[in-house]
């Protein structure tokens, strides 16, 4: 499958080296290729080195968000929430994304008020809603925003995978798309909770995921669904 990941933090970084270990043809977005090749030190948020990282998944390309997504099946959404919508606005370019599927895994997170950070959207509506909203013609199908980047692409690191990831979204074939892409990373207990409005529900439980990583001493956990 040709896939986009647009974004170079962690999360974008480590779901692109999962996908292309899984035989993935995935290419890297980003807004400015030359900044993000110079990147040659951690940023303050952790993101790791980008050339030593290109070194050791150079099968992986690096472009602009619109070189990416252009002839991508499947865009994921690994940038900073509150910039999701200009960052996939700038994949589409004269497009509208039609018919691809845009997996969202990002967060709108509000840090003005310092740590931790509040949701920028909540409660009657949700970043997946929203992108649902501005490209209504892409497939959008909200998933792995409950946990961190390590945990997103190798569920058997904790608890030896029993727990949960959810999907959400009004597309059934893209749901069933994202579930496959989800087996391969070693996902097995995937839950659907409907159409795109419930991604409210799993965009919410963020607030209870940052107390948990205090309180736990990490960000090495996950949520299981007991029935």
Request: aromatic share 6%; net charge negative.
């Amino acid at each position: 499958m040709r896939i986009a990941v647009l974004g170079t933090g962690a999360v974008g970084c480590t779901l692109a080296a999962a996908l292309a270990a899984s035989g993935h043809d995935v290419t890297v977005g980003t807004r400015d290729v030359s900044a993000t090749m110079a990147r040659s030190q951690p940023d303050r948020f952790g993101n790791p080195p980008f050339p030593a990282w290109a070194e050791d998944h150079d099968a992986i390309g690096v472009a602009t968000f619109a070189e990416a997504a252009d002839g991508a099946e499947v865009v994921v959404n690994a940038t900073g929430g509150t910039a999701s919508l200009d960052a996939l606005a700038a994949a589409a370019g004269d497009g509208e994304l039609a018919d691809v599927i845009v997996v969202d895994v990002a967060n709108a997170l509000d840090f003005g008020s310092g740590w931790p950070p509040s949701l920028a959207i909540a409660n009657t509506d949700s970043l997946g809603e929203q992108i649902q909203r501005r490209f209504p013609r892409a497939r959008v199908v909200k998933s792995l925003n409950t946990m961190n980047a390590a945990v997103m692409v190798d569920p058997g690191s904790i608890a030896g995978g029993d727990h949960t990831v959810f999907v959400s979204g009004d597309d059934a074939d893209a749901k069933a798309t994202v579930g496959d892409l989800l087996r391969e990373f070693g996902w097995t207990d995937i839950v659907d909770l409907g159409g795109i409005a419930t991604a409210r529900g799993v965009e919410m439980v963020l607030p209870l995921w940052l107390s948990l990583t205090s309180t736990l001493g990490g960000p090495a956990i996950q949520f299981k669904v007991v029935r």
